[in-house]
């Protein structure tokens, strides 16, 4: 069994900042992608994000260049950085896994943690 739990939401006035965090933890045999998504009310969940063992990130059009992820691979955990925030950045993000579990590669997913940007 794999979890993953997310921490560091909440409410940022526009042009602030916050930090989002998700551990993985149970029977990780390796992780081979990190990222996160977002769902806003009324819209389709949406990448924001993904890092891929070995390699860098890489970002959707919207959050390029405000948003920084990074992992520590010794503690299985992700970051998302979120700089110079904007009220179209509200929206519960999930963290998201590709992991290898027993000799498969299985998708999992975080809670979800809400990030509101007041204007």
């Known amino acids: 069994q794999v979890q993953l739990v997310e921490s560091g939401g909440g409410l940022v006035q526009a042009g602030g900042a916050l930090r989002l965090s998700c551990a993985a933890s149970?029977?990780?045999?390796?992780?081979?992608?990190m990222g996160w998504y977002r769902q806003a009310p009324g819209k389709q969940r949406e990448l924001v994000g993904t890092i891929i063992s070995g390699g860098y990130p890489d970002y959707a059009d919207s959050v390029n260049g405000r948003f920084t992820i990074s992992r520590d691979n010794a503690n299985n955990t992700v970051y998302l950085q979120m700089n110079s925030l904007k009220p179209e950045d509200t929206a519960v993000y999930y963290c998201?896994?590709?992991?290898?579990?027993?000799?498969?590669?299985?998708?999992?997913w975080g809670q979800g943690t809400q990030v509101t940007v007041s204007s």
């Open positions: 998201n896994a590709n992991i290898r579990v027993r000799g498969a590669n299985y998708i999992y």
């Open positions: 149970g029977s990780i045999f390796t992780i081979n992608a």
